[in-house]
């Protein structure tokens, strides 16, 4: 008589497997936790046997891809810190020339008093336009050659000869900064100033503070001067940088540049000196 077993396999309590070695059907216990970690011995054989589904699993591993997005992110976070600490932390230079800059132009607004008729100095304003024609290339020019034309001594000559040159080297070293850095001039001047040309548009330097001061030290210098002209010289020069600032033609740093500027230049003068000897050497050159 068969079993019932055999007819009715579903009561054993199991479930049947297929694919086992012995080709009959196998029970597994409905009352013990299947161990899900570990499959079965004939799918290790045919993973192991597959290399290339070794190698895509992987490469699917989660905690490989938790690795590379980690990373990845690590990288991107450190360049994204650095560019920030690059944008927050500007050297130190910039935020000093900045501070700077800013200060000059806010001084030279409040201290451009005379920039027009209606200004809190405005009824100065001609007297400064009078310092400022003291103050011009023009004049200076004109008053040197007239006195190098006059002179009748060889010791007259040669002092004006010199101051002659050193206002044309004047001239010439202001233009070229002036067309090297092409600063403005402040948003509050009216350019009605006194015989322009194309470089006076610029601001930087001011070439009234270079010549007033290279004057200034030719004269106190070259001339025997008593006590009250010679604090006249001094004023005057003072009154001429003052002035471009007050008409608000010039920023501060403009003028303390140029005054620094026509002292230097004095010291050039001094090293190019043009003795009598010397002008009759080049003059015979020329000849």
């Known amino acids: 008589m068969p079993s019932p077993k055999a007819k009715n396999p579903g009561r054993g309590g199991g479930s049947p497997v297929f694919g086992s070695s012995n080709g009959r059907y196998e029970?597994?216990?409905?009352?013990?936790p299947l161990n899900r970690s570990s499959p079965p011995p004939h799918l290790h054989q045919r993973q192991g046997s597959d290399p290339t589904t070794a190698r895509l699993r992987a490469s699917e591993s989660p905690t490989r891809r938790r690795g590379s997005s980690s990373s990845t992110g690590s990288?991107?976070?450190?360049?994204?810190?650095?560019?920030?600490?690059?944008?927050?932390?500007?050297?130190?230079?910039?935020?000093?020339?900045?501070?700077?800059l800013a200060i000059d132009l806010w001084l030279s607004k409040r201290l451009g008093v005379c920039a027009c008729e209606d200004s809190s100095w405005g009824s100065m304003r001609p007297l400064m336009k009078l310092i400022e024609i003291s103050g011009h290339g023009i004049p200076w020019l004109a008053g040197t050659a007239y006195c190098l034309y006059k002179s009748?001594?060889?010791?007259?000559?040669?002092?004006?000869?010199?101051?002659?040159?050193?206002?044309?080297?004047?001239?010439?070293?202001v233009a070229v900064v002036k067309a090297v850095v092409r600063r403005r001039r402040p948003a509050h001047n009216r350019m009605d100033m006194f015989a322009t040309f194309s470089v006076d548009r610029y601001s930087f330097p001011s070439g009234h503070a270079?010549?007033?001061?290279?004057?200034?030290?030719f004269l106190l210098a070259h001339l025997v001067l008593a006590a009250p002209l010679r604090v006249l010289v001094l004023l005057w020069a003072s009154m001429v940088g003052l002035s471009r600032v007050m008409l608000?033609?010039?920023n501060?740093?403009?003028?303390?540049?140029?005054?620094?500027?026509?002292?230097?230049?004095?010291?050039?003068v001094e090293m190019l000196w043009l003795s009598p000897q010397t002008l009759q050497g080049l003059l015979g050159q020329l000849g």
């Open 27 to 32: 029970f597994m216990s409905l009352t013990k």
């Open 75 to 100: 990288g991107s976070g450190q360049g994204m810190a650095e560019e920030d600490g690059i944008r927050l932390n500007p050297s130190f230079i910039r935020v000093a020339l900045s501070s700077l």
């Open 152 to 173: 009748d001594s060889a010791a007259g000559q040669e002092v004006t000869l010199n101051l002659f040159m050193g206002l044309l080297l004047d001239l010439v070293l």
């Open 210 to 217: 270079t010549r007033a001061a290279m004057c200034g030290r």
């Open 248 to 250: 608000g033609r010039h």
């Open 252 to 268: 501060v740093t403009d003028v303390m540049f140029g005054f620094w500027m026509g002292y230097c230049q004095y010291n050039l």
